[in-house]
């Protein structure tokens, strides 16, 4: 298993969600705006709100991140997605601000299994991978 980002939680979606709101974004600013997230995260998130003594406001748990930013980007809610998806939204209105919350970190690792082979052109990508992703 080799690490190759952490990533930040954000709050995605149009900037009238986001009025009066600074850059960071705790938990307790958002839970009661409507949210967009996928089941992969329902447990965590969940639990971090109720550990931040909230009760979130769930609009929508869907399975994939990029249903999550299509939504958020047409303005249904905010969705709560890690920093790389942000590159999927396209609307002028739609603004991304980080969630100030150490629970809600995201690692990306590539994970082989230790002792099977690897071609030389699979330890070429991963070095190339693990290069291009220092975090």
């Not at 709101?21 to 969940?46: C, G, H, Q, T």
């Not at 030389?120 to 992703?133: G, L, M, N, W």
């Amino acid at each position: 298993m080799f690490p190759l980002k952490k990533e930040k939680m954000y709050a995605v979606g149009n900037r009238a969600f986001f009025e009066e709101l600074s850059n960071k974004v705790s938990l307790k600013d958002i839970a009661d705006k409507p949210l967009i997230f996928y089941r992969r995260w329902e447990n965590i998130f969940l639990s971090a709100f109720a550990e931040a003594g909230v009760s979130p406001n769930v609009f929508c748990i869907n399975d994939d991140a990029r249903t999550t930013a299509a939504w958020a980007d047409k303005g249904l809610g905010i969705g709560i997605l890690p920093e790389s998806v942000k590159a999927l939204l396209k609307n002028k209105d739609t603004v991304a601000h980080e969630i100030d919350d150490d629970r809600l970190l995201t690692e990306i690792y590539i994970v082989v299994h230790r002792n099977a082979y690897r071609s030389e052109i699979a330890k070429t990508f991963i070095d190339y991978v693990k290069d291009k992703c220092k975090f």
